[in-house]
């Protein structure tokens, strides 16, 4: 049997309890082996700093300033990365005239355009939007055009033949076809984001958390820069926990697999077709018959599983 989910739960609970009781351990010892735990604040030490955090509004200001940023920036990145993964993969043209400018851009990394935001943006808040825009539009590209590529054509192929144009194609077969992939690059896509925006931040940022983070490891203060980490960490599962729940709610019409303890995946048992009972005197006409019939119904269910 598999573990309820209240199981599940505290069993993640009690691993998250054990890294903290471990970190307690190796830093209120002063821990020196090979590495240096001595130099770690203690968890009491950024629990104390994280509640002082919570009481000013400082905190809170640079909260919304990096929720402002990296929705504004992901959200952009989300329409053009998926129009232009589309427009891709179903357009030669596009390929020819796109392809080869964003496979040079594509291995740049995004924090390096730092002083091209400088350059180009009248303010530090769009060019941080840039930023984040530019991490997650390439992940999101780059797996809506495996996604579209690698659908079946027979699907588009029903839909022309019942009279479906380009739009209707698009609409019933690619989107909805490429939305487990796509959603797959928008999971990455997020990630990147927060890892572009706290780095922009430290760089060129006024306010916001990786600014805050940066600031506090200038003045040597290590809790305030576990603090500006552990939320960090936390908006960035929260939002990635987000994408990927909106995932499975707008693909919820596709089969789940579910699994057995030992890793096998559980299968639906075969139906098996009732025996056709024929009698040693009848003619061998009636056999042939229901051969031919179950081989039309078979040909049948084919045509209506390429047709859905």
Partial sequence: MTRRPLARYALRAASLAAALGLWQLLTSLDIDLWLRFSQFPTVTDVARAFADRLSGADYWTDLTDSLTRILTGFALAAVLGVAT??????????????????????????????????????SNEQGIVFITCTAAFFPVLVSTRHAVRALTPVWEEAVRTLGGGRLRVLGSVVLPGALPGIFGGLSVGIGVSWICVISAEMISGQYGVGYRTWQDYTVLNYPGVFVGMVTIGVLGWVTSTAVELLGRRLTRWLPRTSHLPGGRPRTPAPRVAAPVAVHAGDDTEQQSEAQHQGHDDTEQEARDEHLV
Avoid: M, Q
């Fill in 85 to 122: 993964g589309v427009l891709v993969a179903r357009s030669r043209l596009a390929e020819d005239l796109l392809g080869p400018i964003l496979e040079v851009i594509r291995p740049v990394p995004a924090i390096a355009l730092v002083p091209v935001a400088i350059l180009l943006f009248p």
